[in-house]
């Protein structure tokens, strides 16, 4: 089965503070309205979350050009994206 296409939401990381323990569902679609995370917006697109368990409290940068290489984390793809992308 083929899936959606997956969507740019922004153009920059957003910085999130993370507890050891807790779990995240980091939105790989591109279309929850609370991004970085998910909302339950991929649903019928065939594209899941990226579910992830914080390993230590900190400080992330989380993804939302959904082009990074190292999901969720930020790899400054989106310095190199153009405006189409």
């Given at each position: 089965m083929s899936h959606s296409l997956v969507r740019r939401a922004g153009n920059a990381?957003?910085?999130v503070e993370v507890k050891e323990g807790e779990i995240?569902?980091?939105?790989?679609?591109?279309r929850s309205a609370s991004q970085p995370f998910c909302d339950g917006s991929h649903?019928?697109?065939?594209l899941d979350?990226?579910?992830f368990e914080a390993e230590k409290d900190d400080e992330i940068y989380l993804c939302t050009?959904?082009?990074?290489r190292t999901p969720p984390i930020c790899d400054n793809s989106h310095c190199r994206l153009?405006?189409?992308?």
């Open positions: 990381p957003v910085k995240y569902a980091w939105c790989a679609c591109g649903v019928g697109t065939g979350p990226l579910v050009c959904k082009h990074t153009d405006d189409k992308t």
